[in-house]
């Protein structure tokens, strides 16, 4: 059955270092989202993707966080360099956006949960 | 104030009764409105969504929303334990066109 999937489940990284997440969203869907969730600040839109493009990342640290989708399967998330205050869950989600409500439904994937010691 | 607002519970019901969650929202313009159930340590499962004013039933689920005093509800008719879990609420704004979560309210479904 079609779903979200990302890869790595789990990271576990010093600081410093480099982390890429990766997202395979549902095929056909149009619309990527990336979010972080943690404890204290819940579930938090860091940016997202239409037809490829991005539309906002007004969320995401620009220093360190880049987000691209280079192709129609495939949406990245970097952090460089990381930072322990990175440590969260991060989702991507997708959707079949096209301007109706009902395209709203976002679809989440299993989530990376990353640890920067 | 916070655009999507939950009670962060935890909200404790006995096996069979009626579970009652609550968002209420700041931005006038929303347009569509959505239930997530997360089970902890898994990802937001999509389980009801709402765009009239009214309610709008699925199995054992009834979303209630109300513009007019900007209030949104979930109900969850004969509570099982396995509803148990963390509900988080998500509006749609009418400016942002993206989703805003609510902190989520835990439910425990006591057997």
């Known amino acids: 059955d079609a779903r979200v999937t990302q890869t790595p489940r789990h990271k576990v990284t010093e600081m410093g270092q480099e982390v890429t997440m990766r997202c395979q969203p549902i095929l056909g869907h149009n619309t990527v989202f990336w979010y972080r969730q943690t404890m204290m600040q819940g579930l938090e839109l860091l940016a997202y993707f239409r037809n490829r493009a991005p539309l906002d990342d007004s969320g995401m640290p620009k220093d360190r966080f880049s987000a691209e989708m280079p192709d129609a399967t495939l949406a990245t998330l970097k952090i460089q360099p990381s930072e322990p205050r990175d440590s969260a869950v991060y989702f991507c989600?997708?959707?079949?956006?096209?301007?109706?409500?009902?395209?709203?439904?976002?679809?989440f994937g299993p989530g990376t949960r990353l640890t920067v010691t | 104030q916070k655009e999507v607002e939950q009670n962060s519970g935890p909200l404790s019901v006995p096996e069979g009764a009626i579970a009652s969650l609550n968002c209420t929202y700041s931005?006038?313009?929303?347009?569509?409105f959505f239930w997530y159930r997360q089970y902890s340590g898994k990802s937001p499962e999509l389980i009801m969504f709402?765009?009239?004013?009214g309610d709008k039933e699925d199995g054992r689920f009834t979303a209630q929303l109300n513009k007019a005093s900007q209030y949104v509800s979930l109900l969850i008719r004969d509570s099982q334990p396995s509803d148990s879990a963390t509900y988080l609420c998500a509006v749609l704004s009418g400016s942002a066109r993206q989703l805003t979560f609510g902190s989520g309210t835990q439910l425990t479904v006591l057997p």
């Open positions: 989600a997708s959707g079949d956006l096209r301007g109706l409500q009902s395209a709203y439904e976002q679809y």
């Open positions: 709402i765009y009239s004013n």
């Open positions: 931005d006038r313009g929303s347009q569509s």
